[in-house]
């Protein structure tokens, strides 16, 4: 897995914040990738009010890691999708195969390699459930 930290300035992820990031490369054999944004802010100051400006993914950035055959995206807020365009990501990623991780906990975290461990509750007939979500980093050195 890999954690990819987005510029605090962004307000949508596209298809051109995403080819033009510094770690992009760095997807390249990744199944998995967890978006750090500014929601993670959210997480420190315990705002439970629900926020209708987060950072979410538009459709061409959804189609760019469906293209991407990624296993996984998480996102640090109650949804993948930006606000303004909730349902097609949706519609685009899970039509792939991949697998949704919102609402994850990244205040602390940093971009980089790591192992990403989720232990979903089994609850039978249900699309989605809660899980615990660990992430352990890799050192290379």
């Not at 990031?21 to 967890?34: A, F, N, P, Y």
């Not at 990244?106 to 609850?123: D, E, H, N």
Request: net charge negative; charged share 20%.
């Amino acid at each position: 897995s890999w954690v990819m930290e987005i510029p605090p300035d962004v307000t949508t992820i596209t298809r051109q914040i995403l080819e033009t990031h510094k770690d992009i490369k760095q997807l390249e054999g990744v199944d998995r990738v967890l978006f750090k944004t500014q929601n993670s802010n959210l997480w420190e100051t315990h705002s439970s009010a629900f926020q209708e400006n987060y950072v979410g993914l538009d459709s061409s950035g959804a189609h760019l890691l469906a293209e991407m055959r990624l296993k996984l995206i998480g996102l640090d807020y109650l949804s993948i999708a930006s606000y303004k365009d909730t349902q097609n990501p949706h519609q685009i990623l899970l039509s792939q195969g991949i697998t949704l991780l919102e609402g994850i906990n990244l205040s602390g975290i940093t971009s980089g390699p790591y192992q990403l461990v989720c232990a979903p509750l089994l609850i039978q007939g249900c699309e989605g459930a809660p899980v615990r979500a660990f992430l352990i980093r890799y050192d290379y050195e």
